[in-house]
C-alpha cells in the first residue's frame, strides 16, 4: 500500500502541490478566521450544571434585557495640572462617542480623581462581545479609535483599560510571539540539521500550509457547534509546524536511507 501511494504521490506530485496551493488561497478566502470565532470567555465551556452558570442564569433577569457582561475603563489624565473646563468637554465628547461603538452597552462616569487630575469611566459590552476574540478586538479598537478623533487640548491623554482591553492586548501580543518565535526556531532547527538552503524549507513549507488552512476549517467547524478556545490558535502553530517539521525530517531521513540502500545493493 506504501509503495503504491509513494507512486501515486511522485507520478502526480505537481498536481498534488497545485492542489495544495488552491486549497490554501481558497480557504482563506472564502472561509471564516478561526480568531472570529473563537471563545474568549471560559464561561463557554462549562455544563449547564455548575453553580456558577446556574447563578448566572437566576441573576440575568436583574441585569436589564441587555445582559452587559465584560468591561472596560477609560482613563484620561493630565500632566499639566489640574483638568480645566475644556479638558473635561473632551472627557464628555469621548464618553459619547464610545457610546456609538457597536457592542458597547454602557459607558459609565466613575468621577475624578482626588489630586483633580484624571477621570475614569467604566465600559461594559455585550456578552457576545465578551465571549469571542473578534468582536472584542473590534469593541476596543473602535474605543481607542474614539481617542483620537475628539481633538483633545494638548496635555490630556486617554488610555483604555481592564479585563477587555487587557485580554485583546495579550491575544495580540501572544499570538504573534509564539508565531514568530516558533517559526524562527523551527528554521534555525532544520538549517541545523540539514546544513543547507533549500532542504529546510522543502520540508517547512507543506507544515506552514497546513497551519495556514487548518484555521478557516476549525472555524467551519466551530460554526457547526464546537466552542474552541482562543488559545487553539496558539496551540495550532506549536503542533502543526512541530509535528509537521517532524514527520518531514523522518520522511526525509527515510527517502535518503532508501536511495542509499538502492544504490548500495545495484553497486
Do not use: C
Not at 118 to 131: D, G, H, K, M, R
Amino acid at each position: 500500500m506504501y509503495e503504491a501511494l509513494a507512486r501515486f504521490d511522485i507520478r502526480f506530485r505537481w498536481l498534488i502541490v497545485a492542489m495544495w496551493v488552491v486549497a490554501v488561497i481558497a480557504g482563506t478566502h472564502f472561509l471564516s478566521s478561526l480568531s472570529s470565532v473563537t471563545k474568549a470567555n471560559n464561561v463557554q465551556f462549562l455544563p449547564s450544571s455548575s453553580p456558577s452558570v446556574q447563578a448566572g442564569k437566576l441573576a440575568s433577569p436583574f441585569q436589564g434585557n441587555n445582559n452587559p457582561s465584560g468591561t472596560a475603563v477609560i482613563v484620561a489624565s493630565t500632566s499639566s495640572g489640574p483638568l480645566t473646563a475644556a479638558d473635561l468637554d473632551a472627557i464628555a465628547r469621548v464618553e459619547r462617542e464610545a457610546r456609538q461603538v457597536p457592542g458597547v452597552v454602557q459607558v459609565r462616569d466613575e468621577g475624578v480623581s482626588k489630586d483633580d487630575r484624571a477621570v475614569e469611566a467604566l465600559v461594559t459590552v455585550t456578552p457576545q462581545v465578551s465571549n469571542s476574540n473578534s468582536a472584542s478586538r473590534d469593541v476596543v479598537d473602535g474605543i481607542r479609535a474614539v481617542f483620537g478623533q475628539v481633538g483633545a487640548p494638548a496635555g490630556l491623554s486617554f488610555h483604555l483599560t481592564g479585563a477587555l482591553a487587557v485580554s485583546v492586548d495579550a491575544s495580540n501580543t501572544h499570538a504573534g510571539s509564539i508565531a514568530i518565535f516558533t517559526v524562527l526556531f523551527v528554521v534555525l532547527l532544520l538549517f541545523v540539521v540539514y546544513r543547507a538552503l533549500l532542504a529546510p524549507l522543502v520540508t517547512l513549507i507543506p507544515a506552514a500550509l497546513a497551519v495556514v488552512l487548518s484555521g478557516p476549517l476549525i472555524a467551519e467547524v466551530v460554526k457547526a457547534g464546537l466552542s474552541v478556545p482562543s488559545v487553539a490558535q496558539q496551540l495550532l502553530i506549536v503542533l502543526l509546524l512541530g509535528a509537521g517539521t517532524d514527520y518531514g525530517l523522518f520522511l526525509a531521513f527515510r527517502s535518503t536511507f532508501a536511495l542509499l540502500t538502492a544504490a548500495t545493493l545495484r553497486t
